[in-house]
């Protein structure tokens, strides 16, 4: 029976060693019958497992371990051969598809050449990407397939179209969503290459998360934009009107009054900070500010924040 998933892990094996510098349109067409040769095999084992035939001496509990694990796998290479399909479709809708390598390395693949400008996948980008290998469910590492579900949503017409094929992945995979969220608005809301269409894109995202009814502790929008206005901020390479731009952009994206006050407090626009926390009677967020304030030697805030705090006592 063992020989049933060793030629199901073969057929993964030569799916991924063969699609590497590949168009999606050319995995889609030529490489995914090494991945329905490896569900064949593992709806063949089991079958097997679920008539009995196990290894000698096999507990209930092994055997049930087991078949849970071979339904996982099967799960697994059915969710790859939906995504290979839609990235394929996405690749010739739009002349290309973007691939996330590692944190923010991107790369794109088209089957007339080795590069492509982001601009034909995002406007307002212009970039140019090299051919690299492909990140798939396969993989050990978490990161990679976080990447690819933060591909799912980047390659869509819009995030709408593959925001259910990603909640598929995460759901699959066991994936933080928040991190998955957080990856697709650092690609929008890069400062050199952000515009009114990026904008609209990570709005759209927001209003996917919020109906899709989940939990805000597991997906939450306004976290994720602070944690990207953070990370903005960090860069030194970026131009300060750019960056200023963005952070203001992004700023307009949080609805929650308590984050605002977060997230004008992180990027240094504690006057609306302190406007915002006096008008909601937030002692505790004055305070911050009034701490902020002086790390970022701003006097004029400090000065009326502690003139504020002494009134309330």
């Known amino acids: ?33 090494h991945l329905a040769d490896a569900k064949q095999y593992l709806e063949l084992f089991l079958q097997r497992s679920l008539q009995g035939d196990s290894k000698p001496g096999a507990t209930s509990e092994q055997i049930s371990k087991r078949i849970k694990d071979i339904h996982r796998h099967l799960s697994t290479v059915s969710l790859q051969i939906d995504v290979c399909r839609y990235l394929a479709r996405r690749e ?19 089957e007339d050449a080795n590069t492509i400008s982001t601009s034909q996948l995002r406007p307002g980008s212009s970039t140019q990407l090299s051919v690299k290998p492909k990140p798939t469910l396969f993989s050990t590492d978490p990161n990679v397939k976080h990447n690819l579900a933060a591909m799912i949503l980047l390659n869509g017409s819009s995030v709408e179209e593959g925001f259910g094929l990603c909640l598929r992945v995460v759901a699959d995979c066991q994936l933080d969503g928040m991190t998955v969220l957080k990856r697709t608005v650092e690609f929008l809301a890069k400062p050199e290459e952000i515009g009114e269409a990026n904008i609209k894109e990570i709005e759209r995202l927001s209003k996917c998360v919020e109906q899709s009814g989940y ?3 597991l997906y939450n929008m306004d976290k994720v934009l602070i ?17 200023s731009a963005t952070v203001d952009s ?35 967020a004055v305070r911050r500010i009034r701490e902020r304030a002086t790390e ?9 924040c502690d003139k504020w705090l002494q009134n309330r006592r």
């Open 1 to 33: 029976m063992e020989d049933w998933m060793r030629a199901a892990m073969t057929s993964i094996n030569f799916f991924e060693a063969e699609t590497a510098g590949l168009s999606m349109k050319k995995v889609a067409a030529e490489k995914l019958h």
């Open 215 to 217: 939990n805000k502790d």
């Open 92 to 110: 010739e809708a739009q002349k290309g598809v973007l691939i996330i390598l590692s944190g923010s390395s991107v790369s794109t693949n088209r």
């Open 227 to 243: 944690s990207v206005i953070d990370l903005i901020q960090r860069k030194d390479s970026c131009h300060p009107d750019l960056m």
């Open 296 to 304: 970022l030697q701003q006097p004029a805030v400090y000065k009326m």
């Open 250 to 284: 992004l700023l307009r994206l949080i609805k929650d009054d308590m984050n605002k006050i977060t997230a004008y407090t992180t990027s240094g626009r504690l006057r609306s900070a302190y406007m915002l926390a006096v008008r909601l009677g937030q002692i505790d």
